[in-house]
């Protein structure tokens, strides 16, 4: 059980979200572990935040099931993102101040994650996010290492897309970006891999968000006459700029964040509009035995497949991963616990696949829990590398071509 802002703002006690009948917990004298879940349930990031919501909950009960992390059960309090910055720090103040939340997990978008990561690191609290920009991995953002990001950085996504290009052939591409952290760091790593490669990009924009036409961005871009445009957008917006691209007539190709680019995008503008669309995003560990137990575990919330939302796989994986270090810890306070994320993470160690699992294999020694979203081996700023897979938009439906690995 749980509650959102949008349902309830209330006393504490009322407020809230209990996994595993925390009340009786809490009259056998057993310690919790409050984390918040501050997904995007509304906003841009809507397609993805409810399920990424029910993934958090669904991997708590599972750790609770086995026990609890360190002899502390994990108790889940949401609050939604809203997709807006504004409306991030409101939930995540209440979260840390009224709910006192120990961990903040989910947050989406990059506006989100940079306009919260001062609020938990001055509190010292751990934030995991699904968000692309290189500034969280670095001070002052993440000045403390208390971050850690389960997707792929905006820069990783760029040189996904000059790879894509050099495949594909491409020889004139072009750039638009929303104009925040994600969309502008989606092109500049884009633009610095492609003219790594001795290449240079045609033109590019950015543009302000929240417009009824990008007519006129579009038509800056096509006057250079590119034969790709890359773009780092969302849904929204890119809605408005397909169907006034397909109003010119003028032939071109696009590589578009699987974010913007899903079946939404096809709903929204009619499978002819987006024939052809390559649509990039990174690819879940689905080989992988935790993949399994996340997919099935995610069909029993959603009754959708795991594979539908790539960002669930993501926050399953941050829960099992904080568990495991709360447990490899033994403790409950952030700096032991933040020391063990990368030991119960990364390589060597008995590779686990469940929380179950790696609880008791820590009673003989070290583990790496390889994760259902990618291998989750954190880099020294708390990044991880997954693959990307590359699908073509084809009579409505996304066929994934092939994989890119960086």
Known sequence: MFTTRRQFMGTLGAATALIGAPSILRAQGQETFRIGALCPVTGSGSPYGPGMQKAIIAAAEAVNAAGGAAGRKLEILAEDSQTSPQAGVLAAKKLIDVNKVRAILGTWSSGVSLAVIPLTNDANIILMNTSGAPALSVPPANAKGLSYRFQATNDRFGKAFAEICIKEGFKRPATMAFNNASGIGNTEGFRKAWEAKGNKVVASVVYEPNQPSYRSELQKVLSANPDVIVTGSYLADTTIIMREWYQTGQPVKWIIPGWAANPDLVKAVGPDVVEGVISVDSVSNENAPSYKVYDEAYRKATGQPGQSNIFAAMTWDMV??????????????????????????????????????????????????????????????????????????????????????I
Request: glycine share 10%; hydrophobic share 35%.
């Open 320 to 405: 099992n991963c904080l568990a495991l270090a709360i447990e490899a810890a033994n403790s409950g306070e952030t700096a032991a616990i933040n020391a063990k994320i990368r030991e119960v993470s990364n390589p060597d160690g008995q590779q686990v696949y469940t929380f179950a699992e790696g609880k008791e294999a820590l009673k003989k020694g070290k583990i790496n829990y390889e994760g259902a979203s990618s291998v989750l081996d954190f880099d020294q700023y708390g990044d991880v590398t997954p693959d990307f897979g590359v699908f073509f938009i084809e009579g409505g439906q996304l066929n994934r071509r092939y994989v890119v690995k």
